[in-house]
C-alpha cells in the first residue's frame, strides 16, 4: 500500500542519532597452547644456559671373581643456550583522541595497548614454534631465539632432500635451521615412526601440536594399537575438548594450532620445554615529544629446550 500524500518519513528526516553499538566485536584468535603450556622460569643473562646429560648404552656387564675394577668413562655434561628475543610493540595515539566521544571503548589507547598485547602474545608463539636459529645480536643486529625447528635432530621424519640441523662442537645446538625437504601426505605410519624413535631414545612425549590441515589428517588414523578418542573437561579451562591417541609408545594429546608451519608435525614431551623471562611483559609510557600520547608493550624471554631427544618432529608435509 502506498503512502499517504505529503508523509513525513526517517527519509525525509534530519537529525536523526546515529544507531552504533557500544560493542567491538572480534574474531581474531589469540590462542597460544604452546607459549601457554610452557612452564616459566627466568633468566639473568641475554644468553641463557642449561646442562643436559644422558646415560651410555647398556651392556651386559658380566665380571671375573676377584678381578680388578676399571673404571667407567664418565662423560661430561653438554651446555647449551639460547638468545633472549625482544618482542616489541607501540601505539601512538593523538591527544585530541581523548577528548571525542568514542563508542565501544572510553580511551583509545587503553584499548589499542590490550590489542597490542594480544597481537604480541601471537607473536611470541610464532617464534617459539618456527624454524629460526639463535641470533647472537649486535648495536645493529637483533637478538633472536632459537625456535623447535632448530633445536629437533635426534628423532625426525623428513622429505627428500631434508635435513636436521647440525649439532657439534662448531655448531651449537640451536645455531642452525632445519633444510626443508620435499614435501609429502603426513599419515600415520610417519607418526609413529616418530613415535617410536623418541621411545627409543628415553622420551616420553605428551602432546602433538600440529596445523588444522594435519589435524584432520590425524583424525583419521586407525588401528588395533592405535587408538583415539575425544576427551571432555569438566571444568572452564582453556582447553575443553582434545584428542588423545594412544600408541604402544605413549599416549599423546593433540593439540590444533594456528602458529606452526603446516609442514611441520611437533611430538613433544611438553615438561622438556620452558620459556626463560628476562623481562616480564610491560606496558610503559614513552617520553612525549608533540600532541600525541606513545606507550610500548615489551616482553623480552627465549626457549629452552631441556634435552631434546625427548620430543621429535615429522617435517616436509604438504599442506592442502
Known amino acids: 500500500m502506498a503512502q499517504p500524500t505529503n508523509t513525513f518519513d526517517t527519509y525525509d528526516s534530519v537529525g536523526i542519532r546515529e544507531d552504533l553499538s557500544d560493542i567491538i566485536y572480534s574474531v581474531t584468535p589469540d590462542d597460544t597452547p604452546f607459549y601457554t603450556a610452557c612452564k616459566k622460569t627466568k633468566a639473568t643473562n641475554t644468553l641463557h644456559e642449561w646442562q643436559t646429560d644422558s646415560l651410555r648404552n647398556s651392556a651386559v656387564n658380566a665380571h671375573v671373581e676377584g678381578g680388578d675394577t676399571t673404571a667407567d668413562v664418565v662423560s661430561p655434561t653438554v651446555r647449551l643456550g639460547n638468545y633472549t628475543q625482544i618482542f616489541k610493540n607501540a601505539v601512538t595515539i593523538a591527544d585530541t583522541e581523548d577528548g571525542v566521544l568514542k563508542a565501544g571503548r572510553k580511551q583509545e589507547m587503553a584499548y589499542q595497548m590490550l590489542k597490542e598485547a594480544r597481537q604480541q602474545k ?67 605410519a610417519k607418526f609413529d615412526a616418530v613415535m617410536e624413535s623418541i621411545w627409543t631414545n628415553g622420551g616420553d612425549p605428551d602432546r602433538v601440536y600440529l596445523s588444522p590441515f594435519q589435524m584432520n589428517k590425524a583424525l583419521g588414523f586407525t588401528g588395533n594399537n592405535n587408538q583415539r578418542s575425544t ?41 622438556m620445554f620452558c620459556t626463560a623471562i628476562l623481562r616480564p611483559t610491560k606496558s610503559v609510557a614513552l617520553a612525549k615529544t608533540g600532541d600525541s600520547t606513545k606507550r610500548q608493550i615489551l616482553t623480552e624471554l627465549t626457549l629452552v629446550s631441556k634435552n631434546e631427544a625427548a620430543s621429535g618432529i615429522v617435517a616436509d608435509l604438504t599442506a592442502s
Open 122 to 188: 601471537l607473536d611470541i608463539e610464532k617464534a617459539l614454534f618456527e624454524n629460526q636459529a639463535r641470533v647472537s645480536g649486535s648495536a645493529t643486529v637483533a637478538r633472536k631465539l632459537a625456535g623447535l625447528g632448530a633445536w629437533l635432530a635426534t628423532n625426525s621424519s623428513k622429505g627428500t632432500g631434508g635435513a636436521d640441523p647440525v649439532q657439534n662442537a662448531s655448531n651449537p645446538a640451536g645455531s642452525t635451521t632445519r633444510t626443508d625437504g620435499t614435501q609429502r601426505v603426513f599419515d600415520q
Open 231 to 271: 576427551v571432555q573437561a569438566g571444568d572452564a579451562k582453556v582447553v575443553k575438548s582434545l584428542d588423545v591417541y594412544v600408541t604402544p609408545w605413549g599416549t599423546v594429546e593433540f593439540m590444533p594450532s594456528r602458529e606452526n608451519r603446516s609442514r611441520d608435525v611437533y611430538i613433544l614431551q611438553n615438561d
